[in-house]
């Protein structure tokens, strides 16, 4: 009799994850919204044991249908790669008993005072910050930091609710917004200075981490929370402090005490070189980074975390800081808060060798939002 396949719960995320999973012979159920899916999304999910379409970030329905799901036929693990899932995939896999995201490590990476709060006790990874609930407080590390500084959600998903006050005008505003400070608390940080962010692809299996690949985005000026160009490798301009960027991270992955997992941890470099860790999540890096990962390095960070949730998976191994065989870059485009006329064709795009992909998120007579 041969052994069973091994069940795995996929929460959220893309049907390439299932497609993927279900090639190296899991049996897997799925746990997410489908309401973005293609036909032919739906229709790699009707391979599933279960799919439930329940938002994977409404973490007690989740937590009630994968333990549905447990009593019918055991689960081995549950995995997630977006963001939205991270809480329900680590509270699934330590509630069941199974393999999955470290509760400790989505406990402090998305809980930015916690990881704030973690990061002091280490000289070498502490930030000037504050747990501020009302204009108060805020001024009072404003007397301290000064400006610039940042001000952001204490729980959240990316760049969302960041506020980076640069003047005195933009200060005294929130100081005085009521309505803001009856959706707090809020994080304010020291504000460190540069048009430039790293970005860490990380793999740690059985505790042992390795780096995927870097790259370095440039930001686009203010006020757009956005980046313009992500670059995999980085530019040679850039990459003189990639040493302290790595050492930074895996001293970070220690400090927060992750043992297992895909990471993507953005930094920044100080004037003096000091590296800086500005967020950290337990899942793939967005801006299409983790593709252009494998496509220079051939790291496939999605296949690595899967391949060693089988039989015999620990013996699957990540190199570390591979070398770059090719280049990979995002150009990010941001248009006036004008209304658009006409957008151009997008077969000239596909014409232009070397272009992947693109996406065009705005259409004739809309206004594009701010970013």
Not at 262 to 273: F, Y
Request: glycine share 10%; net charge negative; proline share 7%.
């Amino acid at each position: 009799m041969s052994e069973r396949a091994p069940h795995l719960l996929v929460l959220s995320g893309w049907a390439g994850v299932v497609e993927q999973a279900l090639g190296l012979g899991f049996e897997v159920s799925f746990i997410g919204s489908t309401s973005h899916f293609s036909s032919r999304d739906m229709e790699i999910l009707s391979a599933c044991r279960h799919a439930l379409p329940v938002p994977a970030d409404q973490t007690v329905a989740c937590l009630q249908e994968a333990r549905a799901i447990h009593d019918e036929r055991p689960l081995d693990a549950a995995i997630t790669f977006g963001e939205h899932g991270l809480e329900s995939c680590a509270l699934i896999a330590d509630a069941l008993g199974i393999k999955g995201l470290p509760l400790a490590t989505v406990a402090a990476t998305h809980y930015k005072d916690r990881m704030r709060d973690i990061l002091a006790c280490h000289p070498g990874l502490a930030l000037g910050w504050a747990r501020v609930a009302n204009g108060e407080e805020l001024e009072k590390f404003h007397a301290r930091y000064g400006l610039p500084l940042i001000v952001k959600p204490v729980a959240g998903a990316g760049s969302v609710g960041i506020r980076q006050l640069t003047t005195f005008d933009e200060l005294r505003n929130l100081l005085d917004d009521a309505e803001f400070w009856n959706k707090g608390p809020y994080l304010a940080e020291e504000f460190i200075e540069g048009d430039f962010l790293h970005s860490v692809e990380t793999v740690t299996l059985d505790g042992r981490h390795a780096i995927a690949g870097i790259s370095s985005s440039r930001l686009a000026p203010y006020p757009n929370l956005a980046l313009i160009e992500t670059a995999v490798p980085p530019p040679a301009a850039h990459s003189r402090h990639l040493d302290t960027v790595a050492r930074t991270v895996l001293a970070f992955l220690d400090a927060i005490g992750h043992t297992w997992g895909l990471t993507h941890t953005e930094v920044k470099v100080t004037k003096d070189g000091r590296a800086i860790v500005i967020e950290s999540q337990p899942r793939i890096g967005g801006y299409r980074i983790y593709g252009m990962v494998e496509h220079a390095t051939g790291v496939d960070q999605v296949g690595t975390i899967l391949r060693s949730l089988l039989p015999g998976g620990e013996t699957v191994r990540s190199p570390h800081l591979p070398p770059a065989t090719s280049v990979g870059m995002v150009i990010s485009l941001i248009p006036p808060r004008k209304r658009v006329v006409r957008c151009a064709d997008p077969e000239l795009l596909r014409g232009i060798e070397g272009v992947d992909d693109f996406e065009i998120g705005i259409r004739p007579g809309e206004v594009p939002l701010p970013v």
